[in-house]
T-cell receptor, first 115, second 112 residues
């Protein structure tokens, strides 16, 4: 019973490098999210996808792009990493529409360090 | 816009002490309220929730009551254990919106 799976769990990048964080869920959820977690700032929403084929910006989308590849997978891409993007990234999923009670199911996180 | 304010930590308690973590919110509609817990090295997981005023959410000995008049959702536990050491996040979902808004988290450390 995997739930939400993120890869990689740890990554170190140099400024200007690019990378993609992968996320997959096996709960047949329609909605998926990417959050970043920084000390003293809690979780901030980067992008979300209410359903397959749609994506929308959250609070802090600058410097990121996303792709909702299919219903299961939602990736986050850093095109040119900056030190300010050093953070722990969490993918989450939930039901959508009238089934959306607000409960999110989270992956274990990806710790990214940009030097 | 929506926002959640919770007490800053860290909170350090001795085992079997009483716990309160304060949470207040601002929302335009009638939100659902949540407490999530994050154990070290893990993602967040739902601890409890309440969907309307005066509802009480409870789980694992933790409780929180949805107080519309004070826009609060304080987390309480009568007797904490070392295993409760974690970061606790208050959150809300405003009915018509897809997004969940989180507070900044409160770290709880319980010492034997």
């Amino acid at each position: 019973n995997a739930g939400v799976t993120q890869t990689p769990k740890f990554q170190v990048l140099k400024t200007g490098q690019s990378m993609t964080l992968q996320c997959a869920q096996d709960m047949n959820h329609n909605s998926m999210y990417w959050y970043r977690q920084d000390p003293g700032m809690g979780l901030r929403l980067i992008y979300y996808s209410a359903s397959e084929g749609t994506t929308d910006k959250g609070e802090v989308p600058n410097g990121y792009n996303v792709s909702r590849l299919n219903k299961r997978e939602f990736s986050l891409r850093l095109e040119s990493a900056a030190p300010s993007q050093t953070s722990v990234y969490f993918c989450a999923s939930s039901e959508a529409g009238t089934l959306n009670t607000g409960e999110l199911f989270f992956g274990e996180g990806s710790r990214l360090t940009v030097l | 816009g929506n926002s959640v304010t919770q007490m800053e930590g860290p909170v350090t308690l001795s085992e079997e002490a009483f716990l309160t973590i304060n949470c207040t919110y601002t929302a335009t509609g009638y939100p659902s309220l949540f407490w999530y817990v994050q154990y070290p090295g893990e993602g967040l997981q739902l601890l409890l929730k309440a969907t309307k005023a005066d509802d009480k959410g409870s789980n694992k000995g933790f409780e929180a009551t949805y107080r519309k008049e004070t826009t609060s959702f304080h987390l309480e536990k009568g007797s904490v254990q070392v295993s409760d050491s974690a970061v606790y996040f208050c959150a809300l979902k405003d009915g018509g919106y897809q997004k969940v808004t989180f507070g900044t988290g409160t770290k709880l450390q319980v010492i034997p």
